[in-house]
């Protein structure tokens, strides 16, 4: 199974401050019809899951413009470049290039 | 508005089984690709199963041979069967929709909370 590592597991930020997420593969999630099946999801307390960020880059509808996501081959990240207090919560990326479908473990942000 | 809504958690003892229920509306699930995740407490999301629209289905390593996955397009709707069940399955489960689908278009449902014991 392709494992899904994020760092860094807690992550404190100063609102309005930037964080940045890292997730990294086993495997290379470029697929051979020329996408990269590399979400993120947000979950907030008490919540199911919500789609950010879908295929590496693709911002979700309603999603504010501060999440953006990037990467290729086996490195991703989440950024988000102001934090807000709604943005409290855990946040996970996985991947769909190979079967099973994997989650990363989750990176928790927390306000200072 | 689409919706899933999950169903038949509970309280089941070790080495019963349980059938989950995911009915959808405003989405046809023999039209998407309908996955289980589940999430124990204060753990992280476990990808446990899908159901392709040809049919086909995946497990999870942790999932195979004690769980299956099926639908029942005449109700719209997504089963998800637990076998054997063991201490370690305890968990919020989570009914989902297309993960990679274009935006606004990845569905969850609320969740149903299974307990194992005895």
């Known amino acids: 199974d392709v494992v899904m590592t994020q760092s860094p597991l807690s992550l404190p930020v100063t609102l309005g401050q930037p964080a940045s997420i890292s997730c990294r593969s086993s495997?290379?999630?470029?697929?051979?019809?020329?996408?990269?099946?590399l979400n993120w999801f947000q979950q907030r307390p008490g919540q199911s899951p919500r789609r950010l960020i879908y295929k590496v880059s693709n911002r979700d509808s309603g999603v504010p413009d501060r999440f953006s996501g990037s990467g290729s081959g086996t490195e991703f990240t989440l950024r988000i470049s102001r934090v807000e207090a709604e943005d409290i919560g855990v946040y996970y990326c996985?991947?769909?290039?190979?079967?099973?479908?994997?989650f990363g473990q989750g990176t928790k942000l927390e306000i200072k | 508005e689409v919706q899933l809504v999950e169903s038949g958690g509970g309280l089941v003892r070790p080495g019963g089984s349980l059938r989950l229920s995911c009915a959808a509306s405003?989405?046809?699930?023999?039209?998407?690709?309908m996955s289980w995740v589940r999430q124990a407490p204060g753990k992280g999301l476990e990808w446990v199963a899908v159901?392709?629209?040809?049919?086909?289905?995946y497990f999870a390593d942790s999932a195979k041979g004690r769980f299956t996955i099926s639908r029942d397009t005449s109700k719209n709707t997504v089963y998800f069967h637990i076998n054997s069940v063991r201490g370690d399955d305890t968990a919020v489960y989570f009914c989902a929709s297309g993960f990679f689908a274009v935006a606004g278009k990845n569905y969850w449902g609320q969740g149903t909370l299974v307990a194992v014991s005895s």
């Open positions: 405003e989405l046809i699930v023999s039209d998407n690709y």
């Open positions: 159901i392709n629209p040809d049919g086909r289905t």
């Open positions: 495997q290379s999630l470029a697929y051979s019809d020329g996408d990269t099946y």
């Open positions: 996985m991947q769909g290039t190979h079967w099973p479908y994997t």
